[in-house]
């Protein structure tokens, strides 16, 4: 059932569990992902990030991924994630997204807030939700240039009252592209920060929280929780050993068919860990 976030980020902001958003690259992946949703009857939030949308072009990607979440049993949402521009959000909603983030985070407050506004203004029309970031996320990633600042309390408030976002993601001490889990969450800016404002609050680079970080950030209003590498090395290492252990072998079907099974056995123990599935 393809939905947009609009009930899956109010449900889980009022709720004990965060609802993931994983960040997919093709077919296989978004497959494998909403198998693990459909075993724990529970929605999921399926992304693309810019890597993504370079590899395959916004349409037909936005295409299969529609395709994915209207056969699922479950609430699916199509969602893109980091999107820079107003005409990015046009083209993947153009291509099927049911929700979009606008990422003006390296802007000023004002510009941010200006630009934000119009996307939410011209995606509601169409019945398609945005988040948007306020602080910024950092990368553990030399190669990309974006500077790390913690989300102001105050500024979130500002934010979410003035653009009217459905879901808003802070920086409390995370970065994207952790390999291991080794974040230092600040608990009392998060607190401060659900003490102002009622948005439905999203964490990305996940991968760097630790299990036990994991699950007492779901109890917060705490909605969505980006989950891009961690799945990422799954398929990635079980595919280097399907292929290792298979030298005669040249299907790629076959070759796709472990790294599937290990995504789906790892995203459901993600969904587990966030409260999910019971
Ligand atoms: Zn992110």
């Known amino acids: 059932m393809l939905v947009n976030m609009k009930k899956i980020v109010e449900d889980a902001a009022k709720s004990n569990y965060a609802v993931p958003g994983f960040n997919v690259f093709g077919y296989e992946d978004a497959a494998a992902i909403v198998a693990a949703a459909e075993e724990l009857d529970c929605p999921v939030i399926l992304m693309t990030n810019r890597d993504a949308v370079a590899?395959?072009?916004?349409?037909?990607?936005?295409?299969?991924?529609?395709?994915?979440?209207?056969?699922?049993?479950?609430?699916?949402?199509?969602?893109?994630?980091h999107g820079k521009t107003f005409e990015e959000a046009v083209k993947a909603i153009k291509a099927g997204y049911t929700s979009v983030m606008y990422d003006g985070s390296q802007l000023p407050l004002e510009e941010n807030i200006k630009n934000t506004k119009e996307i939410v203004r011209m995606a509601h029309a169409v019945g398609v939700t945005v988040e948007a970031e306020i602080g910024s996320v950092g990368y553990n990633d030399p190669s990309i240039e974006a500077k790390a600042v913690y989300t102001e309390p105050e500024e979130a408030k500002k934010f979410a009252e003035e653009t009217g976002v459905d879901a808003l993601a802070v920086a409390i001490g995370t970065l994207h592209r952790m390999e291991t889990q080794a974040a230092k969450i600040q608990y009392d800016r998060l607190d401060k920060i659900q003490e102002l404002t009622n948005v439905p609050i999203v964490i990305h680079g996940s991968t760097g929280i630790t299990d036990d970080d994991l699950q007492k950030l779901a109890k917060y209003r705490v909605a969505k929780i980006n989950i891009g590498?961690?799945?990422?090395?799954?398929?990635?290492?079980?595919?280097?050993?399907?292929?290792?252990?298979?030298?005669?072998?040249?299907?790629?079907?076959?070759?796709?068919?472990?790294?599937?099974e290990a995504v789906r056995k790892a995203a459901k123990e993600k969904m587990i860990l966030l409260g999910l599935g019971k």
């Open 55 to 81: 590899h395959m072009p916004f349409d037909i990607l936005g295409g299969v991924l529609r395709g994915v979440a209207e056969n699922a049993k479950v609430p699916v949402c199509v969602h893109l994630d």
């Open 229 to 260: 590498t961690a799945l990422r090395m799954v398929f990635g290492y079980k595919l280097r050993e399907t292929i290792e252990a298979n030298p005669k072998e040249f299907d790629r079907i076959k070759f796709f068919k472990e790294p599937m």
